[in-house]
């Protein structure tokens, strides 16, 4: 509540933010570059699943920015309901926010490359399907915190919820599986784990690893600016409270 | 049984209260909004007489969750709107699902695992939505968390009652799948399965119940919060339907069972942890 006592104070976040917005811009470019043309073609594969191999630097970066947005929910709430301190639970929902926007990128470069490799864009393989679980859930925390008119119930409520959610996702994950290995293989090529893997060379694990990097500097950016969309909502709430009296 | 009517003791604090009338009120609130007369609130109230003291050990505990469960029972039992309507909608459920699958779908044991799972699944929330629905309609939710119980126990009260009702629809729907489907789900693992999957859908489903019954828009809510962390347990039931249903052996259901256990296990262990949290406060 510091930011309270002196609400015309500037903003200390705003410059070390800039700079930060820079470098993840910076190095979203470099992920694009090394992607598209650093990295050596998948020699194994041909045609049109060769040029659509190239969406797995994304897809992989996207997929470690929506881990961390669901990484980030479940500290946020555990973080919350310890010490009842309201930027936790700001941090838990800007995490939730950006993670799923990562998440619907990764659902749906995983399809648009699964048509050329799988020949479908979809199939019930644990992974999907605990990806997809996994994004409603998110949807349906966004929905469910909406509902709210007190700040504190909210930030609790969205606290349990999500603590429940991220205990139910790796039980998703082994009954998928297991919901896979027993069942019959339906179509052929229905073992997606042989379908379009193909081995890593040298140039592409670097470029795995700045899509990584970026794509992990690009989330921190984006989750600062939410969160500290959050904390001016919350100031401008006290401060239209403090103005009724 | 000993009731003194001119004190109650709320949640650590020792009230007194002035008049007979007033002790009435908090009863009444006690009895969950009933409409009691004075012998039958002294007896709701021995039910949780040990709760006065929020000591007693287990058994006092238990009476606590008892006292809840019957509560919500008996007032099941007066109005019937939960089951009744659970129940409705079950087997409508199975008979659209019939009229969809007819001539469409080769041998009903194709499809029956998933269809018994999905009407579950579904009409659970019919039911789960009217635990707290209903109380916070009357508005006795407040009154049922003023007495001086663990709020855990008024969770696991809820938790049976619902059970009981969910129960109760399931043995509607296995003959009614047996009808229409000539599909027989009435094996001893297939029923071990939807049991402990019941308990772990109400443990999950009651909480989240309590979460929305707050909210602006509970009704529609809760469908959308509860089904996808439900996913294992869904996921899980319908495999080890679909063994026993293609006669596979037994040995292959077990994985299943230990999910569902495993789930069930967890459900609860956090509940039993977040459920002040929920009711904190209020």
Same mark, same amino acid.
């Given at each position: 509540?510091?930011? &309270?006592?002196? #609400?015309?104070?500037?903003?200390?976040?705003?410059?070390?933010?800039?700079?930060?917005?820079?470098?993840?811009?910076?190095?979203?470019?470099?992920?694009?570059?090394?992607?598209?043309?650093?990295?050596?073609?998948?020699?194994?594969?041909?045609?049109?699943?060769?040029?659509?191999?190239? /969406?797995? @630097?994304?897809?992989?970066?996207?997929? $470690?920015?929506?881990?961390?947005?669901?990484?980030?929910?479940?500290?946020?709430?555990?973080?919350?309901? *310890?010490?009842?301190?309201?930027?936790?639970?700001?941090?838990?929902?800007?995490?939730?926010?950006?993670?799923? +926007?990562?998440?619907?990128?990764?659902?749906?470069?995983?399809?648009?490359?699964?048509? !050329?490799?799988?020949?479908?864009?979809?199939?019930?393989?644990?992974?999907?399907?605990?990806? =997809?679980?996994?994004?409603?859930?998110?949807?349906?925390?966004?929905?469910?915190?909406?509902?709210?008119?007190?700040?504190?119930?909210?930030?609790?409520?969205?606290?349990?919820?999500?603590?429940?959610?991220?205990?139910?996702? #790796?039980?998703? @994950?082994?009954?998928?599986?297991?919901?896979?290995?027993?069942?019959?293989?339906?179509?052929?090529?229905?073992?997606?784990?042989?379908?379009?893997?193909?081995?890593?060379?040298?140039?592409? %694990?670097?470029? &795995? =690893? +700045?899509? =990584? $990097?970026?794509?992990?500097?690009?989330?921190?950016?984006?989750?600062?600016?939410?969160?500290?969309?959050?904390?001016?909502?919350?100031?401008?709430?006290?401060?239209?409270?403090?103005?009724?009296? | 049984?000993?009731?003194? !009517?001119?004190?109650?003791?709320?949640?650590?604090?020792?009230?007194?209260?002035?008049?007979?009338?007033?002790?009435?009120?908090?009863?009444?609130?006690?009895?969950?909004?009933?409409?009691?007369?004075?012998?039958?609130?002294? =007896?709701?109230?021995?039910?949780?007489?040990?709760?006065?003291?929020?000591?007693?050990? +287990?058994?006092?505990?238990?009476?606590?969750?008892?006292?809840?469960?019957?509560?919500?029972?008996?007032?099941?039992?007066?109005?019937?709107?939960?089951?009744?309507?659970?129940?409705? @909608?079950?087997?409508?459920?199975?008979?659209? *699902?019939?009229?969809?699958?007819?001539?469409?779908?080769?041998?009903?044991?194709?499809?029956? !695992? %998933?269809?018994?799972?999905?009407?579950?699944?579904?009409?659970?929330?019919?039911?789960?939505?009217?635990?707290?629905?209903?109380?916070?309609?009357?508005?006795?939710?407040?009154?049922?968390?003023?007495?001086?119980?663990?709020?855990?126990?008024?969770?696991?009260?809820?938790?049976?009652?619902?059970?009981?009702? *969910?129960? /109760?629809?399931?043995?509607?729907?296995? #003959?009614?799948?047996?009808?229409?489907?000539?599909?027989?789900?009435?094996?001893?693992?297939?029923?071990? %399965?939807?049991?402990?999957?019941?308990?772990?859908?109400?443990?999950?489903?009651?909480?989240?119940?309590?979460?929305?019954?707050?909210?602006?828009?509970?009704?529609?809510?809760?469908?959308?919060?509860?089904?996808?962390?439900?996913?294992?347990?869904?996921?899980?039931?319908?495999?080890?339907?679909?063994? $026993?249903?293609?006669?596979?052996?037994?040995?292959?259901?077990? !994985?299943?069972?230990?999910?569902?256990?495993? @789930?069930?296990?967890?459900?609860?262990?956090?509940?039993?942890?977040?459920?002040?949290?929920?009711?904190?406060?209020?």
């Amino acid at each position: 509540m510091s930011t &309270l006592a002196n #609400p015309s104070r500037t903003d200390r976040w705003f410059k070390p933010l800039l700079v930060f917005d820079v470098i993840a811009g910076l190095a979203m470019v470099t992920v694009m570059w090394a992607g598209l043309l650093y990295a050596g073609d998948a020699v194994n594969l041909a045609g049109e699943e060769q040029a659509a191999q190239r /969406i797995f @630097y994304f897809h992989i970066g996207s997929n $470690i920015a929506a881990l961390l947005g669901f990484l980030g929910s479940v500290v946020g709430s555990i973080g919350y309901l *310890f010490s009842r301190r309201m930027v936790w639970d700001r941090w838990a929902a800007a995490s939730v926010e950006i993670g799923t +926007i990562f998440g619907i990128l990764v659902l749906l470069s995983g399809s648009i490359w699964a048509k !050329p490799a799988w020949n479908t864009y979809w199939t019930w393989d644990p992974r999907l399907t605990t990806a =997809t679980i996994t994004v409603l859930i998110y949807i349906a925390y966004m929905l469910f915190r909406n509902g709210f008119d007190h700040a504190q119930t909210r930030a609790r409520f969205a606290s349990v919820y999500a603590i429940f959610a991220f205990l139910s996702v #790796p039980l998703t @994950y082994y009954s998928a599986r297991l919901f896979r290995s027993i069942h019959p293989i339906v179509f052929d090529g229905g073992n997606e784990e042989a379908q379009g893997s193909f081995a890593i060379g040298p140039t592409m %694990g670097q470029t &795995l =690893t +700045i899509a =990584t $990097i970026g794509f992990a500097l690009l989330f921190f950016a984006l989750l600062f600016h939410r969160v500290r969309q959050f904390d001016a909502e919350a100031r401008i709430e006290a401060l239209r409270e403090r103005f009724d009296e | 049984m000993n009731y003194d !009517p001119d004190t109650c003791i709320i949640w650590r604090v020792r009230i007194v209260i002035p008049t007979e009338e007033r002790a009435r009120g908090c009863c009444r609130a006690l009895a969950g909004g009933l409409v009691w007369g004075p012998h039958a609130m002294m =007896t709701e109230l021995s039910g949780a007489e040990g709760v006065t003291h929020r000591e007693g050990g +287990i058994g006092a505990y238990l009476r606590h969750v008892w006292a809840v469960a019957e509560k919500d029972v008996r007032a099941e039992m007066r109005s019937k709107e939960v089951v009744g309507t659970m129940a409705a @909608y079950s087997v409508l459920s199975a008979v659209v *699902f019939g009229l969809a699958f007819d001539l469409r779908v080769p041998r009903a044991e194709l499809v029956a !695992p %998933g269809i018994l799972w999905v009407i579950v699944l579904f009409a659970g929330v019919l039911g789960l939505h009217r635990s707290f629905g209903s109380e916070v309609d009357r508005g006795t939710l407040a009154g049922l968390l003023l007495a001086p119980v663990e709020r855990s126990a008024i969770y696991l009260g809820k938790v049976a009652a619902n059970l009981l009702y *969910f129960l /109760i629809v399931e043995a509607l729907v296995v #003959p009614a799948l047996l009808i229409l489907f000539d599909v027989n789900l009435v094996k001893p693992i297939v029923l071990l %399965g939807l049991l402990l999957g019941t308990i772990g859908y109400v443990g999950v489903g009651t909480l989240v119940a309590a979460l929305t019954s707050r909210n602006r828009a509970r009704e529609t809510l809760l469908p959308v919060l509860l089904l996808p962390v439900l996913a294992p347990l869904f996921i899980s039931g319908v495999g080890l339907t679909s063994v $026993i249903v293609d006669g596979r052996a037994d040995a292959e259901a077990w !994985p299943w069972l230990g999910i569902i256990g495993l @789930y069930d296990a967890l459900v609860f262990a956090v509940a039993f942890l977040l459920v002040d949290v929920v009711w904190e406060n209020s």
